[in-house]
């Protein structure tokens, strides 16, 4: 048994979508999905199957969190659809909030909370994996019980199974019958592991509906994937190997210019990263027949803190409003209860990206931030201004860019070392030194920006253009890119940055 999970976790990381293993995966799926799609329940469970075995190769044992996960929020969904006792539908609720974040909490926080319990009480406490002490008893395995595992894409699932059993409480949809189509939609295996995270109400109306991908779709999803792929392997990785790490590894070896490009740098890796990302799910998932939601609307072009979050990882931000802000009050009370009402819903969206104190510090920003912003929008219009809109948007710009700083520090006392030497190692006449002896680097970091800050209609018109040109063209040009992708993208593929989330 300990050798299979050696061999697994070995095998894994060729199933990352800028991995070979991946789309030789996707191809097969591709060909028994084409085979079995008029068949809508045979069709469901293949790719529930296959969703599982692409789980179980990405995160191993922890696939059965997944099923189990399933059968909870499964069962408790046809008991809000049976139950009409409010109390009981409440504690059913509960349950499911207890179970999915109970889980959550046990694998993603137990460090935290230790280490800060640790820095009070002045005693430390060593870690004991009981759940896979408990494995190993029952199935005679060797898991390693001294440290806890982060299961990859839990804060995912998890949060879309929660979605789900509130909305069937709130009558908003009705439970699924059918297991089968529940476990897909959870599991569903191009978003399943870094998102989006996908509303059971938008989802599960395409498992009933007759499989159709047009022409227009078919090529609309190679370029998600196309984009997805040059934004994540040649812009985001070069990035972050060849400048951005290197400089938050090292503040003090280099001078506040660098610094500087290095924060700017990040901004546009992981902006890259996690958005080629969810291009590509997108794109994987229409290929199979299913729309996800739209994850991100070019951020860096928010001319204010809640613009941005209107922008960027929509799905979690949304989720952050619709599951938490709203229930918690939203902006119905004074501006006091609103303020505390965003200050808290940030401060958990922080900690939801990990269990640090500088995703805290990071959320809580953001935090005060919205709170800013609103305090701002009741005495400074910015709509139709074209010079306060611009103010607006640098000053939004800079202050997201630099909050990130925290972001990917490994310690506050790291974001301390970096501020200082941006602000005390600044040196004007090395500034062209700098560029021209990493000329290559600045100019992508510059195409990069340059890229996002054109004008969307010109995206979308480039697309349209791209799918009414004729088909040997379309060939030719994809496989351009594929080129160019492949002799562009760094030897070593980094892991997406979300997986860690």
């Not at 590894?249 to 290095?262: K, N, Q, T």
């Not at 306060?388 to 800079?398: A, E, G, K, V």
Request: hydrophobic share 50%; proline share 3%.
């Amino acid at each position: 048994m300990q050798q299979l999970i050696t061999w697994i976790e070995s095998q894994s990381d060729l199933f990352l979508f800028t991995q070979t293993g991946f789309w030789i995966f996707y191809a097969i799926v591709l060909l028994i999905n084409a085979v079995v799609c008029k068949n809508r329940i045979l069709r469901s469970s293949f790719l529930f199957v296959a969703s599982l075995y692409f789980y179980y190769k990405t995160g191993g044992y922890f696939f059965t969190l997944l099923i189990i996960s399933t059968i909870v929020d499964y069962s408790i969904g046809l008991f809000l659809g049976k139950a009409q006792n409010k109390y009981l539908r409440k504690l059913l609720v509960f349950f499911s909030l207890l179970i999915n974040l109970g889980v959550l909490a046990y694998f993603k926080y137990t460090y935290f909370i230790l280490d800060l319990y640790s820095s009070v009480s002045h005693q430390p406490i060593k870690v004991f994996d009981f759940l896979a002490n408990e494995m190993n008893k029952l199935a005679g395995t060797s898991f390693n019980i001294d440290s806890i595992t982060l299961p990859v894409g839990i804060s995912f699932f998890t949060f879309q199974t929660i979605s789900y059993t509130i909305d069937v409480y709130r009558k908003e949809l009705k439970p699924v019958r059918n297991i089968i189509d529940f476990g897909f939609y959870v599991s569903f295996f191009p978003q399943l592991i870094a998102g989006p995270i996908v509303r059971a109400r938008t989802f599960i109306p395409q498992i009933y509906k007759r499989f159709v991908v047009s022409n227009k779709w078919m090529w609309w999803s190679f370029l998600w994937i196309l984009g997805g792929l040059f934004k994540k392997m040649v812009i985001s990785d070069y990035i972050s190997v060849n400048f951005v790490d290197r400089v938050f590894e090292h503040p003090i070896a280099y001078s506040g210019f660098e610094v500087l490009m290095a924060v700017y740098g990040y901004a546009l890796q992981i902006y890259c990263d996690f958005s080629g990302y969810t291009d590509i799910a997108m794109g994987v998932a229409l290929l199979l027949g299913f729309r996800l939601p739209v994850n991100f609307n070019y951020p860096y072009k928010a001319t204010s803190i809640r613009d941005f979050w209107r922008r960027w990882h929509i799905s979690l931000s949304s989720w952050l409003r619709d599951y938490l802000y709203i229930p918690l009050g939203g902006n119905k009370g004074n501006s006091i209860r609103t303020g505390f009402n965003l200050m808290l819903t940030m401060l958990l969206g922080g900690l939801w990206h990990g269990a640090a104190l500088k995703f805290v510090v990071w959320g809580g920003l953001h935090g005060l931030g919205l709170v800013f912003n609103r305090i701002v929008n009741g005495i400074w219009k910015i709509n139709g201004n074209k010079i306060t809109r611009l103010i607006s948007w640098f000053f939004t710009f800079h202050f997201v860019v630099f909050t990130w700083i925290v972001f990917r520090v490994e310690s506050i006392e790291s974001a301390e070392i970096l501020i200082t030497r941006l602000f005390r190692a600044f040196m004007p006449n090395h500034v062209m030194d700098v560029v021209l002896s990493q000329t290559y680097l600045f100019l992508l970091i510059l195409f990069g920006f340059i890229i996002h800050f054109i004008p969307s209609v010109w995206h979308h018109r480039g697309k349209l253009f791209f799918l009414k040109l004729p088909l040997i063209v379309k060939l030719i040009v994809s496989a351009s890119m594929i080129y160019i992708i492949i002799q562009l993208h760094q030897s070593d593929i980094l892991p997406f940055i979300y997986f860690r989330f």
